[in-house]
T-cell receptor, first 115, second 117 residues
Framework: NAGVTQTPKFQVLKTGQSMTLQCAQD?????MSWYRQDPGMGLRLIHY???????DQGEVPNGYNVSRSTTEDFPLRLLSAAPSQTSVYFC????FGGGSSYEQYFGPGTRLTVT | AQKITQTQPGMFVQEKEAVTLDCTYD???????LFWYKQPSSGEMIFLIY??????QNATEGRYSLNFQKARKSANLVISASQLGDSAMYFC??????????????FGKGTRLSVIA
């Protein structure tokens, strides 16, 4: 299994450009999520999904869109990039079910710079 | 209000010594899970240890143990016999609810641990 994969690893955008960060997992996990990591802020949740066709907002959703058409894929779209979106982005997934014991598996991250 | 609070932005520990990283949490749910992750300088997120709210014993995984004090709402990570490779950011996180495989994992701001030779 490849686990959680993210592409690209690095990206530089100009203000106003749009792009999609790709995330895929091959573990048949129902739950997927996107975080951004900024210095001193920890990981903050952007959007999450509990299954195909279902998405919900996290703590910092503004400026980002998501969709979940398949179990495997959960792309994150920046419609009009802003310098404030310069960050490291992590995608994560976990299996569904009862109990809190389902750790999230993280992708390697995408480092995005908006100039 | 912060759901996860890590009050130590940075910590130093001598190699081979034990170190405790603090974490307090805020929830009104009776069922929840607490997690610790390690992030080395390479950037990946590594799961370390999990504690369920109904677990009667403190969780342990090798050199990692979790000092779980439910009444105080604290879940401190103890690393025994520190090694140079333990130098990293450490994040405490929580998932709430009885079926919290489908609820978000909320993170604290992290503690940077530096192990000194």
């Amino acid at each position: 299994n490849a686990g959680v994969t993210q592409t690209p690893k690095f990206q530089v955008l100009k203000t106003g450009q749009s792009m999609t960060l790709q995330c895929a997992q091959d573990m048949n996990h129902e739950y997927m999520s996107w975080y951004r990591q900024d210095p001193g802020m920890g990981l903050r949740l952007i959007h999450y999904s509990v299954g195909a066709g279902i998405t919900d907002q996290g703590e910092v959703p503004n400026g980002y869109n998501v969709s979940r058409s398949t179990t495997e894929d959960f792309p994150l779209r920046l419609l009009s990039a802003a310098p404030s979106q310069t960050s490291v982005y992590f995608c994560a997934s976990s299996p569904f079910g009862g109990g809190s014991s389902y750790e999230q598996y993280f992708g390697p991250g995408t480092r995005l710079t908006v100039t | 209000a912060q759901k996860i609070t890590q009050t130590q932005p940075g910590m130093f520990v001598q190699e081979k010594e034990a170190v405790t990283l603090d974490c307090t949490y805020d929830t009104s749910d009776q069922s929840y899970g607490l997690f610790w992750y390690k992030q080395p300088s390479s950037g990946e997120m590594i799961f370390l240890i999990y504690q369920g709210s109904y677990d009667e014993q403190n969780a342990t995984e090798g050199r990692y143990s979790l000092n779980f004090q439910k009444a105080r709402k604290s879940a401190n990570l103890v690393i025994s016999a520190s090694q140079l490779g333990d130098s990293a950011m450490y994040f405490c996180a929580m998932r709430e609810g009885p079926n919290s495989g489908n609820t978000p994992l909320v993170f604290g701001k992290g503690t940077r641990l530096s192990v000194i030779a």
